[in-house]
Structures are given as C-alpha cells and as structure tokens.
C-alpha cells in the first residue's frame, strides 16, 4: 500500500484529499475491505476484488471537525484480506489549519454594592486569517454593542454591565461567534453584589461558669460585613468593656474584651450591642457557682499485702475550686497522717494512710474510705474508697526423701529435698544441713516462683570403715520463712538390702535399680577385696546417675 500525497493542508470546514493504491502481492485473487480508526477518514470504494497482482487506486477525504485544534495530525488507512484476515496499513499525515478564530479576553468576575455597577470591559480580537463580523452575547447584564466587524489580527472593546438590588451570585457566559463562519469563543463571567453596610457580633465562649467574686471575661468580636469602613458603639449590659468604640475596615473585624465580676450565684444572660451604619446584637451565658471544690484519689486504690506487715495508702488531696480552701480530712480504717490541709487553687498534696497487717486475719479482704470536706461551706466533700486483702507471703512446704536409708561403708547415696513455695510471693530458699563432713547439699540456693516446686539433693559419701546411723537435718531458709527435715542413714547393711530400701523409699527405680541388683547379687558370690572395688564403682554409678537426672 502506498498513499499520495504522504502530507496535505486540510483547514476546518473543509477537507484534504489522498490517494491509496493497493496492490494484491498474494499468489490468487482475494477481498479487502478498507478500515479507518476516526469518522475524519473516508475512504472510497470500501469493499473490493483484487486479482493476483492486481492494482487499485481508492480515495480517501481527511475532514477534520470544527473544534479541531490547528496542528499536525496522522492516520492510518488499513486494508484487510479476507483470505488470511490479515491486515495492512499506510500513514497518511493531515496539516489542520484554522481560517476563522475569534479570542475573547474578560475580567472573569466583579464584586459591588447592591445597587452599584459592574462594568466589565470585553476584549474581542479576530485572530483568523479573514475579515469577519462576530455577534456578541449575554446571560446577565447589558452590552454596550452586539455585533464587532474585525480585520484579520483587530481587537475592539465594548462594556459589559451588570447590577442588582438584591444581594447575589451570579455566573454567566458571554459568548463572541462569527456571523458567517465556525469561529467561536465562551468566556465564563462571575458577578457578586453584596451588601456593602451590614455588621455581626460573636462572643466567646458563647456559655461560661465562673465562681462567685472571680471574674469571667469574654472576647467581644464586631465584624464589619460590608465593604465600606464603619465606627461601631459596644454596649453590655454587665461587666465592663476594654474599649466602647471600634473603627472597623470593610469584611475586617475587630475584638474588644468584656470582664464580668459576679456576686450572686445562679444563671446570667449577658446582652453585647454594637451600633453603627448597622445594628448587631448577641447574648452570652455566665453561670455562677460556688467556688470550692477538691478532688481525693489514691495513687494505688488496691493492694495485696502480707500478713505481718505495715503497709500505706498515698491520698492526693487537690483544691480544684477558685479559692484557698481549708479540709478536713477523715477516714472509716487505718490512721490518716494529718487531719486537715490547706490549699490554694489548683494546689495538691498528699497525705498517707497507715495500716498495720496484724489487724487483720490471713485472707481477710477489706475496704475503706476516705473524706475531704471543705470547712469554708457545707460542700463540697468528696470521698474515695481503697481495698486490700492480707495473704500470706512467704510460706514454704518441705520434704526430704527417703526418710531412712541404708548403704554400706565406703559407697554413696542420695537425698532428693522437694521445696514447694506455698506463698504467693516468689521466695530464694538458702540450704544448708547438720550431719558429718562427707555430706554435700546441692545447689545451696534454689529460687522458686509461687505456688510452684524445685528440688535440691543431699549427697552422702560414706568413708571406708564406716557403721552406725547418721541423722543429717536439711534446712531452707527463705524470706520471713525457714523449714527443715531430718532423715537416717544406716550405714552397714548388705548392699542389695540398701538397693532394695532405695526401690521401695527413693527416687532409683526401675531399670537402673534392677541393673544394680543384679549386680549386688554377683558381688555377694566375690571375695572381699572384690567386694570393696565393685561396691566402689555401684556407688559412682548412682552419684553419676543422680546428677545427670539434676
């Protein structure tokens, strides 16, 4: 496909006109049909039979449309085989000029006074390449002339006014179009008349509580709504005014300052006027109350504490209210540490409440509470309630096993001590024992959480030679508690009668226990001095056994 020519000038509302020609490189006779992407492009025929190296020559238009921007502009005219379905292109390129255009320049918005002029001045310039007349229209307002005739490149100015009586917004298009061609152009015009005299009044805060002999004050604000300048007179009817005359600026405001000193409680409605070419008026609320107020809270409110002990609550008394106050301060349990505060404004301090836990019973739950009151009125008072629950702390459960045991001379054996912490406080039990030399306590120090269980060990290496029975007394001493147990060793007996009490009083079962004796039995069938080396090496298998399970 080839397209002639490649380029061409086609001005709005007219056209630019190609030629195409298609040939059929294809070995038999096929059909296209020719296709545009834009409704610009019309191409002529449309629909065709071409024959095996056939050649055909359509006609395509480029007919821009009427708002088209000037400019350079491509298209593609596409050809597509009805055999294969295939498609095939060319580009063609269109140079869009415009002949007619008008420019239209306005000032887009204009603020007066009710009943005053907007003149607006409308700039029409013809900005085409011919001589042309061009119609000039309105929503709102008055031209001073409808109609400009303008050679190529003329500006001419006509007015535009619009005004009303009332106070509105309006918007509105002003439109300049040619009489005799395309050329157009719509400017959007805005235009505000407002009342240039007109005033307001805001007081803040609008409602307000102060105390009796305190003063409130209130920020008086005048606005001026208009946009002419103003003097303004302020009256109140109470407090007195920073100032009583203001020169308020158009759409400016300006702020004055009303304070108010009440004696007598209740509500009050305060009345502001402000009097220039304009009236505003506005009310404001003030509420008077009794100044003194105080405010009680505890750092902590509920505690858990032990039996035994002494123990304190920290009270923050708070003077809230807008005088210095005197309170008396009481409470239903416990010894408070002053009897009465003074306080100025906002002022706090902190008094303690002592208890002591021996008071009371173990679990025993109380409650309490404390008053301030003020001494200048009958009110306020103001109250706040504690608890507390008295627990034992440090308590602890102790067992040492076996009670009895036996083992024979020169060989070892163990103790397992269970330490349960039945305190609700975690406590660090120190172990210690009486008993001979050759006896060891580890670890000497176990740390147990409340309410839960760790285990330590006695560990007894018996020295050849030796017989008879030994008492070894294990102690734990913790915080505020100590516990001990005592428990026998008899030394002497026949090894397997010693392996035999283990199974039945201490923690060596099971397999280990029968592996040892079977090996007991084997040793009674050995002399002596066998005896003694096989003994020594059962009781490093029970001390290995021991502190592999720790």
């Given amino acids: 496909m080839t397209i002639f020519p490649k380029e061409a000038t086609a001005p709005i509302d007219s056209y630019a006109s190609y030629q195409v020609e298609i040939e059929n490189t294809g070995p038999v006779k096929d059909h296209y049909s020719i296709l545009t992407k834009t409704s610009e492009v019309t191409a002529q025929p449309s629909s065709f039979y071409l024959d095996s190296g056939e050649t055909k020559t359509i006609y395509v238009w480029y007919d821009p449309e009427v708002t088209k921007d000037a400019g350079r502009y491509s298209f593609d005219v596409t050809a597509q085989s009805r055999a294969t379905n295939k498609q095939y292109s060319v580009t063609g390129i269109a140079n869009v000029v415009k002949e007619h255009e008008v420019e239209l320049r306005i000032a887009d918005s204009k603020t007066v006074c009710r009943g005053e002029n907007a003149n607006y ?15 000039i229209t309105t929503d709102y307002g008055q031209l001073s002339r409808s109609q400009v005739t303008l050679e190529e490149g003329e500006t001419q100015t006509i007015t535009l006014t619009a005004n009303s009586e009332e106070a509105v917004e309006q918007s509105f298009n002003v439109v300049a179009a040619s009489t005799t061609s395309y050329a157009q152009q719509i400017e959007r015009v805005n235009f505000k008349s407002e009342t240039c005299y007109g005033s307001s009044v805001s007081i803040t805060p609008e409602n307000q509580e102060v105390a009796a002999f305190n003063t409130a004050t209130y920020d008086i604000t005048v606005m001026n709504q208009g946009t002419k300048t103003d003097t303004f007179n302020i009256q109140a009817s109470e407090g007195e005014l920073s100032n009583s ?18 004696e007598e409680l209740g509500e009050k409605t305060i009345t502001v006027t402000a009097s220039g070419a304009s009236t505003a008026e506005r009310t404001a609320n003030l509420n008077v109350v009794n100044g003194n107020d105080v405010e009680v809270a505890f750092n902590q409110a509920s505690k858990n504490v032990c039996e035994d002990s002494r123990f304190t609550y920290e009270a923050e008394i708070t003077n809230t209210g807008a005088a210095t106050d005197t309170y008396d301060l009481s409470t239903t349990q416990g010894d408070v540490s002053t009897n009465s505060v003074e306080l100025a404004p906002e002022e706090s301090t902190t008094v303690d409440i002592s208890f002591n836990a021996t008071d009371y019973s173990e679990g025993a739950q109380e409650s309490f509470t404390m008053t301030a009151s003020s001494t200048t009125f009958d009110e306020p008072s103001k109250s706040v309630t504690g608890d507390f629950k008295v627990h034992n702390c440090w ?32 406590n660090t039990y120190r172990l210690t024992y009486e008993g001979p030399a050759w006896i060891d306590i580890k670890p000497e120090s176990v740390t147990v959480p409340a309410g839960q269980s760790e285990t330590a060990y006695i560990y007894a290496s018996i020295p050849f030679q030796k017989k008879g029975e030994v008492q070894i007394t294990a102690t734990a001493v913790g915080n505020q508690v100590q516990e001990s147990e005592t428990v026998k060793l008899l030394i002497g007996k026949d090894i397997e009668d010693a392996i035999k009490s283990d199974q039945g009083g201490d923690s060596l079962t099971g397999s280990f226990a029968n592996s040892a004796s079977n090996l007991a039995n084997s040793i009674q069938q050995s002399d002596s001095l066998v005896k003694l080396l096989v003994s020594l090496v059962v009781s490093a298998a029970i001390v290995a056994f021991i502190l592999y399970r720790g």
């Avoid at 001045?121 to 119609?135: D, M």
């Fill in 121 to 135: 001045q409308v700039e029409v310039e013809n900005t085409g390449i011919q001589p042309e007349t061009f119609e």
């Fill in 245 to 262: 005359a203001v020169r308020v600026n158009g759409e400016s405001s300006q702020t004055v300052t009303l304070s108010v000193t009440p």
């Fill in 395 to 426: 308590d602890l459960s102790m067992n040492v096993v076996p009670e009895v045991k036996s083992a024979g001379e020169n060989s070892s054996t163990v103790y397992e001590i269970s330490l349960n912490n039945t305190g609700t406080q975690e």
